[in-house]
């Protein structure tokens, strides 16, 4: 079943406003990595983080690993209309494995100009 | 983009009947992955594949089969199409499987997807 939570499933801001999105899991995850799918698309690979209390940035982007490695956010700094999408995190639990990769419901990404 | 090529990218089929997606790679990788994606559920793992001939079952695994016979194509089969089985289908490769505290593991590139209607 899902054992990865991702929230919120929408949110629309305005254009230059900040956007964060949510992953909680119940069980310690391994890793956690982000994915980005445009309208229309397909997942694109963000970034993967591994360690408690990993923070990693991409421009404006910033990726962030619980302390107890349970939960992660993506944080954008001042939203553009190219951020529109919806935004997965996939969780790894145990010692990984293609079969324990489990993904979020997303958080779709409006942006209003 | 990785050079991962779906097909059909659109099927319309009737309940009952044989359908099969065909995942084409041309990037080399060992791992190949059938993920469904629905409202509400995110992507989740049909099967996958750690090389030719040999294949693992997934979370939604009931109801479909696959086979690797080379390196660059992995089917999915669906034997007996069923209305639940509407969905997005995505194809993703990847060079190594996720590892448990080690970046630069388990990065999946994604096909274009193929949306199946079964009626």
């Known amino acids: 079943g899902q054992q990865v939570m991702q929230i919120p499933q929408y949110q629309h801001v305005q254009e230059g406003e900040d956007f964060t999105t949510y992953c909680n899991s119940s069980t310690t995850l391994s890793n956690i990595q982000w994915y980005k799918q445009r309208p229309g698309g397909h997942p694109v690979f963000l970034i993967q983080l591994v360690k408690s209390g990993e923070v990693k940035k991409q421009k404006r982007l910033t990726f962030q690993f619980g302390e107890a490695k349970k939960n992660s956010s993506l944080h954008i700094t001042a939203t553009q209309t190219t951020d529109v999408g919806t935004y997965f995190c996939?969780?790894?639990?145990?010692?990984?494995?293609?079969?324990?990769?489990?993904f979020g419901t997303g958080t779709r990404l409006t942006v209003i100009p | 983009d990785a050079g991962i090529t779906q097909s059909p990218r659109h099927k319309v089929t009737e309940t009952g009947t044989p359908v099969t997606l065909r995942c084409h790679q041309t990037e080399n990788h060992r791992y190949m992955y059938w993920y469904r994606q629905d409202p509400g559920h995110g992507l989740r793992l049909i099967h996958y594949s750690y090389g030719v001939k040999d294949t693992d079952k997934g979370e939604v695994s009931d109801g479909y089969s696959v086979s690797r016979s080379k390196t660059e194509d992995f089917l999915l089969t669906l034997e007996s199409a069923t209305s639940s089985q509407t969905s997005v289908y995505f194809c993703a490769i990847s060079e190594s499987i996720p590892v448990s505290g080690r970046s630069g593991t388990g990065e999946l590139f994604f096909g274009e997807g193929s949306r199946l209607t079964v009626l």
């Open positions: 996939a969780g790894l639990t145990g010692a990984g494995g293609a079969n324990n990769l489990f």
